[in-house]
T-cell receptor
């Protein structure tokens, strides 16, 4: 079945360590997104990519990095520069509408990162 | 920049009740998304609509582009409808980026 797979589901990190969250999709979608969710807040955009080998910063990109070497894959690295990384991270993909806006979104199950 | 507001923040209902969740936004856009987040955290897309009304099973979504307002209705609510419902719209017309509401937590008691 087509969908988005995120891993790991739970991750613990010590302060000062970089960690990479995996996001793989087999929906053949061009656009992929990384969101962060904190309690009581709406999802916030970290990075997005509309095409292979290209990505754009979202609203809270500081302390994060991404790559898009393949259409199917959009990994997110949480670096030690991210001061408050404990959060729930969601990856999504979509096919843009003809107007250029995000089409129907498909989400992974999320990765919960805890910094010890 | 578009601002998205949802109401209510929390909603408790008895099984069988008719549920309404509201979403307002501040910038003219062409489409709005309704999403459902399960207790485990996974999110599924319920609707993407740009005008009028869409229906899927017991769920109905409406949008009034002129008033910048959308509603999600659940008829004959069931405990399995308990979830957080989130609306989202583009940050501005033609933008790939979305701004999300904080969500409405719905609890349906048997």
């Amino acid at each position: 079945d087509g969908g988005i797979t995120q891993s790991p589901k739970y991750l613990f990190r010590k302060e000062g360590q970089n960690v990479t969250l995996s996001c793989e999709q087999n929906l053949n979608h061009d656009a992929m997104y990384w969101y962060r969710q904190d309690p009581g807040q709406g999802l916030r955009l970290i990075y997005y990519s509309q095409i292979v080998n290209d990505f754009q910063k979202g609203d809270i990109a500081e302390g994060y990095s991404v790559s898009r070497e393949k259409k199917e894959s959009f990994p997110l690295t949480v670096t030690s520069a991210q001061k408050n990384p404990t959060a729930f991270y969601l990856c999504a993909s979509s096919i843009p509408t003809t107007g250029g806006e995000a089409g129907e979104l498909f989400f992974g199950e999320g990765s919960r990162l805890t910094v010890l | 920049k578009n601002e998205v507001e949802q109401s209510p923040q929390n909603l408790t209902a008895q099984e069988g009740e008719f549920i309404t969740i509201n979403c307002s936004y501040s910038v003219g856009i062409s489409a709005l998304h309704w999403l459902q987040q399960h207790p485990g955290g996974g999110i599924v897309s319920l609707f993407m609509l740009s005008s009028g009304k869409k229906k899927h099973g017991r769920l109905i979504a409406t949008i009034n582009i002129q008033e910048k307002h959308s509603s999600l209705h659940i008829t004959a609510s069931h405990p399995r409808d308990s979830a957080v419902y989130i609306c989202a719209s583009p940050t501005q017309g033609g933008s790939e980026k979305l701004v999300f509401g904080k969500g409405t937590k719905l609890t349906v008691n048997p």
